[in-house]
């Protein structure tokens, strides 16, 4: 099966050389030697064909070779026995072509035997696109697509503008049928059709439609994409037609491109139409971008953050919504005065996915923020954004209760990110608290989310949560679309070196942050070791050691 190849043109003054031989040939078959007398032997020019009345000899239709513009007409021997009978004129077109034919038998004759065209003009065109085959299947009954799309003609129509620049027909239909819906799901792209035929009917016989072959489909759009099917040749082997019937043939022809090369005159507008395309081009691009673009002030850090909270899987019960903020760092981090940080998703019932239940938010939100970077000291560890998030549920009765807390720090560095943050929630001992929390609603709740971190807030030595009982819910999975805007990316390269200074120690902060708590408990375990060993009487106590080692 033949592979169309695209092209993209500027213009079409394209020619194609068509190349025809025919490999097996079984003429010497049809022509009976002549008796001799006397001898036994037959002389081999008695295979020879013999020249006809017309004086054509059946050897020349062995061989064929034409050169052919876009959209030219070369007529085929039916149609050319079917013209000259002026009462099958039926059309404008139909004349035109009998009148063409008048001129080419008085002006000696076709250039062409059996190679012809149809061009965008002729039946055999939309015969072609009625008949053509969505699938390789033997018996394929078409669907109403198909047929839709069988008895549309797709051809360059001319654009007329609308009068008074009224529109004839509603933007949005709001309430379509389902007639509306089949007749809309039609595509009608306008392109122009070109077929390159050959006849490959044996010697006598030519102008009948059963021996037509394609050799080559040619089709342009209106974008100035051409199809060619199949590819041109070029060092690759001839294609191959075998004819069907009591006498099979074998055929072999090659498709080349032989267009002209283009004079330097033409090269030369061709390059001005480009530059002016391009010039306009670039001109609507930059009135898409506008001249407002914003720039951050020097030593500024712009954070764009766009995320979707996209599911909640893992927990009890159903019917589940997500409360989430953005807070930011009290020092050298700040947000527009408009800008919202919180969120609540909307109510989602749970699906079954293997051995847990599953809420799909799919909740989109936007946030943006902006770090001054005061402080130059490679000792100063900046602080990064940090997201929270409250996963609550709602019984029959529109009561809420709490399913977990959770908090995530936003990424350092831009990129996509799928974040998944586990969560856990406060909880009482005792069946009592579990039938309140199933029966009339209502759990523990804390009164300042952050609580699951450390506390922006907080400016003490030590947070214990000594004697809060957790337990472990499920999780929430947030994905981020993080950017980063700064007029560092673009100055010198001694800025451009501290402000990756300063973003290495923000992806540090990212990583140590993930384990600040571990090493904060490490910590305050050995203090408390410490301070047993302290309570020790000496005797027992072997070789002192001190926080510090």
Request: proline share 5%.
């Amino acid at each position: 099966m033949a592979v169309p190849v695209f092209y993209f043109v500027q213009r079409i003054k394209s020619c194609l050389g068509v190349h025809l031989q025919r490999i097996t040939s079984g003429n010497f078959l049809h022509y009976q030697p002549a008796a001799q007398s006397g001898s036994d032997l037959i002389d081999l020019a008695t295979f020879r064909p013999q020249p006809t009345a017309s004086g054509h000899r059946p050897d020349e239709d062995e061989e064929e070779e034409i050169v052919i513009g876009w959209q030219e007409k070369l007529f085929s021997q039916f149609e050319v026995d079917l013209y000259q009978n002026e009462a099958a004129c039926q059309s404008p077109l139909d004349c035109q072509y009998r009148q063409e034919i008048l001129k080419l038998e008085n002006s000696g004759g076709r250039k062409n035997r059996r190679i012809f065209t149809y061009t965008d003009s002729d039946r055999y065109t939309n015969l072609e696109e009625h008949c053509q085959k969505m699938t390789t299947a033997a018996s394929e009954v078409p669907s109403f697509l198909v047929e839709r799309m069988a008895n549309v003609r797709r051809r360059r129509q001319d654009r007329r503008g609308m009068e008074g620049g009224i529109l004839k027909s509603r933007i949005i239909t709001w309430e379509p049928s389902e007639e509306f819906i089949k007749n809309s799901h039609v595509i009608n792209t306008p392109l122009q059709t070109m077929y390159i035929m050959a006849d490959l009917g044996p010697y006598g016989k030519l102008g009948y439609k059963k021996y037509e072959h394609v050799l080559c489909t040619l089709k342009v759009d209106s974008n100035g994409v051409i199809t060619v099917k199949p590819d041109f040749t070029g060092l690759r082997a001839p294609y191959r037609i075998e004819t069907e019937g009591e006498k099979q043939e074998l055929w072999k022809y090659t498709i080349d491109n032989v267009s002209s090369l283009a004079q330097p005159e033409e090269e030369e507008r061709e390059q001005r139409v480009f530059k002016d395309l391009y010039g306009r081009h670039k001109e609507y691009l930059s009135s898409l971008v506008g001249t407002d673009f914003e720039m951050t002030v020097p030593g500024t850090l712009r954070l764009f953050v766009n995320g979707e909270v996209v599911s909640a899987q893992g927990y009890e019960y159903d019917n589940l919504y997500v409360h989430f903020f953005v807070e930011l760092p009290t020092t050298n981090w700040s947000s527009p005065a408009l800008q919202q940080l919180s969120g609540i998703t909307q109510t989602c019932a749970t699906k079954s996915l293997g051995m847990d239940k599953v809420a799909y938010f799919c909740y989109p939100f936007t946030f943006e923020a902006f770090f001054l970077h005061k402080d130059e000291s490679a000792d100063a560890l900046p602080e990064w954004p940090v997201l929270y998030c409250e996963v609550l549920s709602l019984d029959f009765w529109q009561r809420y209760r709490v399913e977990g807390y959770g908090a995530v720090v936003l990424p350092a560095t831009p990129g996509s990110y799928t974040l998944t943050v586990s969560t856990w929630r406060p909880m009482e001992l005792g069946t009592v608290a579990e039938l309140r929390r199933f029966f009339i609603g209502g759990s523990l709740e804390l009164e300042d989310p952050s609580y699951v971190r450390i506390p922006g807030t907080f400016k003490g030595e030590r947070l214990s949560r000594f004697g809060l009982r957790t337990e472990t819910t499920g999780s929430v999975t947030f994905r981020l679309h993080c950017l980063q805007q700064s007029r560092a990316f673009m100055e010198s390269s001694s800025l451009r070196k501290r402000m990756q200074s300063m973003l290495d120690r923000l992806e540090g902060f990212s990583q140590q942050s993930s384990v600040h708590n571990v090493m904060e408990a490490f910590y305050r375990a050995r203090r408390r070791m410490q301070e047993a060993r302290e309570s020790l009487p000496q005797d027992l106590v072997g070789p002192s050691e001190t926080l510090e080692s």
